[in-house]
């Protein structure tokens, strides 16, 4: 992006222009953290239209990530939108294109594999981890039941569809880079 597209783009929002009039006063200093978070959110949409019996498994399982990072968002698409996930029901195991999938990059795909559920696995434990892997994060196996990403290997007993720390943490840097992007051009426009 040349800087004379950023001051433009920036110009047009009253809230952004606000955040570049703020940044030479903070001078060396980041931006607040809640401004940080308003211009990190990442959205990306998932089609769970061909999600069968899973459907509201897959929206559980967005759900939990949704409540438990910042930086990105998973909302699901409706009929005849783009979506950057798609959640396909099959009768093997459970598996994902690992991403992080980006909104203006490939889409990636979530086979929800029925065998796991016929071996008794939590259904929104399997959505939650195969999104886990949609947002780049890689299996943690063997690993145990606090693990999202642990899957199979926390147990068939095991229901927590909750991403731990780290996992969190994982998820908020793979998008926290456009969100420095978008800062970037904000700094860009601040020069004289
Ligand atoms: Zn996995």
Redesign the pocket.
Known sequence: MSYRTAASVLIGTGTLALSVTLIPAASASAPAPHQRAALATTTLYYDDSQAAEFKSAVVAGANSWNANVTNVRLVEATAGQRANIKIIAFDGWPQ?TLGPVRPGGSAGTVWFGREAVDEGYNTIRIAA??LG?SLGLP?NKPGPCSSL?S?STGGVSCTNATPNASERAAVERNYASSAAERLASGLVVDAP
């Open positions: 994902s981890h195969e892997h299996d990403m899957g």
